[in-house]
């Protein structure tokens, strides 16, 4: 009997138009909805990614005017896109942003839960039951209404991608960052435990963890604390909103099809240290 050759490639996935990444546009009609992206990351992710091509909804909550400037910069890029005000641990405005979104342009492709809620600085044993709460339910509500929201349509198509925007104080913590780092464990949890549950319907859930990056949620940090994560870096360079939003058009890419659970570092090294 003649022997079968043994594949060393993809019977499904050769390398196709969509896949190269040469391409100038990998994302061209992906409908990527960013929470939080009228400032900081969300809003350099917001950019990338019309870059790629992709239909980017602006989630924002306050600053309109920035979001307006975002959405902007993403139709300079070539790219389309819509704003939508929502306060994302609200359910009903997610749910009414959902409506808006499928109305415009179908289904949610990519989800990127990336807004940040500030939070109470203080020390565990010392922080009020309110502080710890609130960073907790904002975090995990944001993230629970926007999976309630856009997960169903993913599920019909067989596809689609939630990236989850953490940060490395979730694993390598900091004096007073307890509330944070305790919601964003617990977020990163859900992601996972939601790449497990999603995975049969072809949905990708991944984690995207940097470490401290100067945006203005960073902003309280003085100089000199700035200059010394710097400088303790192997990388010895500022993080910028921009060092993330490449991680996240790329996992947003048919590129990282087979990532799933996986947790991407940007540290500039950070993390090979004491
Ligand atoms: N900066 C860092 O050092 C750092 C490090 C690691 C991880 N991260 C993570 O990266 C993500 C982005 O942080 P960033 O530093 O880019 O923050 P940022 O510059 O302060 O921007 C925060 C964004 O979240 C939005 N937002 C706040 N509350 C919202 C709500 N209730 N509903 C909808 N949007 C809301 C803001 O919208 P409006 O302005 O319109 O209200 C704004 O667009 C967060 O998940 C954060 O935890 C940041």
């Known amino acids: ?8 490639r993809s019977p499904f996935k050769t390398v196709s138009p969509a896949m190269d990444l040469t391409r100038a546009r990998p994302l061209e009609r992906k409908v990527v909805l960013i929470t939080g992206a009228s400032r900081g990351i969300g809003a350099a992710a917001a950019k990338r990614i019309a870059r790629a091509g992709g239909v980017v909804v602006v989630n924002y909550h306050n600053s309109h005017e920035q979001a307006q400037a975002v959405l902007r910069e993403v139709e300079e890029e070539g790219g389309k896109g819509m704003l939508f005000r929502a306060d994302v641990t609200q359910r009903n405005q997610v749910e009414e942003m959902a409506r808006a979104v499928r109305e415009s342009f179908g289904a949610v492709d990519i989800l990127v839960n990336n807004a940040y809620f500030p939070f109470e600085v203080n020390f565990l044993h010392e922080i009020s039951w309110e502080g710890v709460e609130e960073a907790i339910s904002k975090e995990l509500a944001a993230f629970y209404n926007c999976t309630r929201a ?125």
């Open 1 to 8: 009997m003649k022997k079968e050759p043994r594949r060393t």
């Open 150 to 274: 856009f997960v169903p349509a993913m599920m019909e198509k067989k596809k689609g991608k939630i990236i989850v925007i953490s940060t490395r104080l979730a694993q390598q913590p900091l004096p007073r960052m307890g509330a944070y780092a305790a919601a964003k464990s617990a977020l990163e949890t859900m992601a996972d435990t939601m790449a497990l549950e999603l995975g049969p319907n072809g949905i990708a859930v991944n984690v995207v963890t940097p470490a401290f990056t100067l945006t203005d949620a960073s902003a309280m940090m003085p100089d000199e604390f700035r200059e010394r994560v710097r400088k303790s870096r192997p990388l010895q360079k500022h993080l910028y909103p921009e060092d993330v939003a490449g991680t996240i058009a790329f996992l947003a890419s048919d590129e990282a099809d087979m990532m799933t659970g996986t947790h991407i570092l940007i540290t500039g090294g950070s993390h090979l240290q004491l």
